[in-house]
């Protein structure tokens, strides 16, 4: 099969229309079908046994699938309205290929004339005439499609099973459509009958509720169970011997007296499932024997195992640097009986330089040890009473303790203790917030003392003051979040997230009180070391645009403004914003961009100014102001590709750091706007997302477009994309031991953004 085509359908429909063409004649993919051929060819000719597992055999003509499709495509538009509609297919043959031909006459546009309703029941007469007009498509003068009938009859479903009529089932709608009137038009009939031989619905409501809850391999049959009475509606019987009820109790919409809603059992399996200790759960009822019409529910609960292990490892490559990270997390669910998960987490990391030929041991360039604990509670943690706020999401409460032991090579070393607690809730389904009341931090960095001497040599007082340092760090964190529930979705819509981090301001009040001692350069200290006082906040602003099928356009702006004050005259080097990565400008690697127009020749040449470029390797390209932009369409490339959907993205990303002052040690690096657009850096490219279902694999290729480090004509380095040799040498002779590259592969989990 060479190609279908398909004419005469309205471009709203062709897409849809198409997928009626049966899959076996359709055009095979490009690539599966490459696959095939390279893996199951031999001189030209196909193999007798075929590797089926890798790619896709060439569609072969059917006659007979073209006439199915044919009669599948006139029924679709008949769906639509087109009650008329003819299609007529024909088949070409060219070169041993087939291009297959469908012209539609869709003919004229039914509408709806005329729509009546007919319902037994007049309870449920009032309930659907007070709710038709919030979810019906049903309307006078709408273009006649069946998909509005099936919507319809959906929504009927859901409003009979919101009030109470726990027996309804969909069949109890049908539609009588009569198209044979003159001018394109179709009355419309909708029918509600009443269950058979009775002459109304009945209305449920909720009794008394028992719940099981078995072990976590499933069992129940032949052991002890701790049984439980709890507000006179609940019976717990507990065969793992390890929950509590009224964590349990809490999550649970279904309460005794009310109307049976169906929103409440779906809300009720929500919320257990975000406690991430069951495994399964099912909610069945039965009647109450007295013919009250009530109903018992029954929960089925499996928890899930209370003590799992997981490592994770990774290998990492940058710039002539590679290595290799090691993580393991231990995890204990339910730890006091009330769904609390407890997470210990270690993760090691060490980098090599590639370039160096000393043993293996000596070649180590950095490394990174990282060790927390983490004590999630299913509920806001605080001192006083507040209301119930579950229903639209699970709020946590969570308490950390942390800390990181880092170190460069000949250069730079870092201890790193942070504590803190945290509040998550949902305010609706569309908000989140995230308040961290409390963030003790600790740091305490040492330069190397060759390095940092020679770092006095030059004038660059400030690597000094932001890293060879102690400090205790007091603050506090805020962020909401707006629309992240949509982000799996195809829609058009705006995405925002807000941070804004700030500390030491309690100090401060407190030093005006007891007035705290002063070191030696003049900064308040408690318990003998200086506090920070800073600011800092960064949004992330975006726009999705669907164009159908799997096509989207997402345009996003992540501005970022940090500010040292009081008691601190810099921010902290973690404190400080940095560009590139896979999520922001992706032609660059992370660390490598900015601030400003920036530009490491001026750290000199010769072997002394070679070791401190090396040395300075991702502590001098940071900055107070952030601005990072991107641009990127998205769209489907395949299928199935080896199991996964493959979609594909172009995308322009922009942006850049900057200092907020002039500095010695980043000449240019400071904001202006007179210079803003000479500043910004610009990359284009493409990637590849491999959809697996449980995640996204993506690779990007980003290469730069403008570069803010040179200047004039010179910053439009794609000029040198295909002429690169001179260019990189040139560069290497003033920056080494710093390697040029136009072309950027970032490697990643899940989307960029």
Do not use: C
């Amino acid at each position: 099969m060479k190609k279908v085509e398909l004419t005469g359908v309205d471009k709203q429909f062709k897409e849809t229309a198409l997928t009626y063409v049966q899959s076996d004649i359709r055009s095979n993919s490009r690539l599966n079908l490459a696959l095939y051929n390279t893996f199951n060819t031999k001189n030209g000719k196909y193999k007798t046994e075929k590797i089926k597992a890798i790619g896709e055999a060439p569609h072969l003509l059917d006659s007979s699938l073209v006439e199915i499709s044919r009669v599948q495509i006139e029924k679709f538009l008949a769906t639509k309205g087109f009650f008329n509609a003819e299609v007529k297919s024909e088949i070409e043959v060219k070169n041993k290929h087939a291009i297959i031909k469908f012209a539609a006459n869709q003919g004229p546009e039914f509408k709806i004339r005329k729509i009546e309703y007919q319902i037994e029941d007049t309870t449920v007469l009032a309930i659907y005439e007070n709710n038709r007009e919030s979810f019906s498509r049903i309307h006078q003068g709408n273009r006649f499609d069946s998909d509005s009938l099936a919507l319809e009859r959906e929504q009927i479903y859901r409003m009979m099973k919101k009030n109470g009529y726990f027996d309804y089932v969909r069949q109890y709608v049908r539609f009588d459509v009569d198209s044979n009137l003159s001018d394109s038009q179709a009355d419309l009939k909708l029918f509600l009958t009443n269950p058979e031989g009775k002459s109304a619905h009945q209305v449920y409501t909720i009794n008394n509720s028992q719940v099981t809850i078995r072990t976590s391999e499933g069992k129940f049959e032949g052991l002890k169970a701790d049984t439980l009475q709890v507000d006179s509606q609940f019976r717990f019987i507990d065969y793992s011997g390890k929950f509590k009820p009224n964590p349990i109790k809490k999550y649970i919409f279904l309460k005794k007296d009310d109307i049976y809603n169906i929103e409440n059992e779906e809300l009720t399996y929500d919320r257990l499932y975000d406690l991430n200790v069951f495994r399964n759960l099912k909610i069945d009822y039965s009647k109450a024997s007295d013919s009250t019409n009530k109903l018992n529910p029954q929960y089925d609960i499996s928890p899930l195992k209370r003590m799992s292990n997981r490592i994770e490892g990774e290998y990492t490559f940058n710039s002539g640097r590679n290595g290799f990270n090691i993580g393991n997390t231990y995890t204990n669910r339910n730890l006091f009986g009330g769904a609390e998960l407890l997470e210990v987490k270690a993760k090691y990391g060490i980098l090599f330089d590639a370039t160096s030929d000393r043993k293996i041991l000596d070649r180590v360039f950095s490394r990174d040890l990282q060790l927390g604990i983490n004590l999630i509670l299913p509920k806001l943690l605080v001192p006083f009473r507040i209301p119930d706020i579950g229903r639209n999401g699970m709020p946590h409460t969570t308490i950390s303790s942390s800390m990181q032991s880092f170190d460069q090579r000949s250069a730079f070393r870092s201890r790193v203790f942070i504590n803190s607690i945290t509040y998550d809730w949902v305010e609706t389904k569309s908000k989140l917030h995230s308040y961290t009341p409390i963030n003790i931090e600790f740091r305490r960095g040492v330069l190397d003392p060759v390095f940092r001497d020679s770092l006095l040599q030059r004038g660059f007082g400030l690597y000094v003051k932001t890293n060879d340092r102690q400090f205790f760090n007091l603050g506090s964190q805020y962020a909401f979040t707006y629309n992240a529930n949509r982000l799996d979705n195809y829609n058009n819509f705006f995405f925002f997230r807000g941070s804004v981090d700030f500390a030491g301001n309690s100090l401060g009040i407190l030093d005006k009180l007891i007035k705290f001692k002063r070191d030696s350069d003049g900064f308040r200290t408690i318990f003998g070391l200086p506090y920070q006082q800073y600011v800092k906040t960064e949004l992330d602003l975006r726009y999705y645009r669907y164009f159908g099928g799997d096509k989207q356009f997402v345009a996003r702006l992540n501005p970022g403004i940090g500010l040292a004050y009081g008691n601190s005259d810099q921010l902290t080097f973690e404190k400080n914003f940095f560009a590139g990565g896979s999520s922001g400008v992706r032609a660059w690697q992370a660390r490598t961009l900015g601030p400003g127009n920036y530009n490491r020749e001026v750290l000199g040449t010769g072997e002394k100014a070679d070791t401190l470029r090396a040395n300075l390797r991702n502590l001098d390209q940071l900055g107070e102001y952030k601005l990072e932009g991107n641009l990127e369409y998205r769209f489907k490339i395949a299928n199935s590709f080896m199991g996964a959907k493959v979609k594909g993205a172009t995308f322009t990303d922009f942006g850049n750091i900057w200092r907020r002052r002039e500095s010695v040690e980043n000449p240019g690096g400071e904001f202006k706007f007179n210079k803003f657009f000479n500043q910004l850096a610009v990359g284009m490219g493409a990637g590849l997302r491999f959809d697996l279902n449980y995640f996204v694999f993506r690779l990007d290729a980003g290469i730069k477009v403008k570069d803010p480090q040179f200047s004039g004509s010179d910053q439009y380095v794609i000029k040198y994309l295909f002429n690169k040799k001179e260019f990189k040498e040139n560069y290497s002779s003033t920056h080494r031991p710093d390697v040029y590259r136009l072309l950027q592969y970032n490697f990643g989990i899940g989307m960029p953004f």
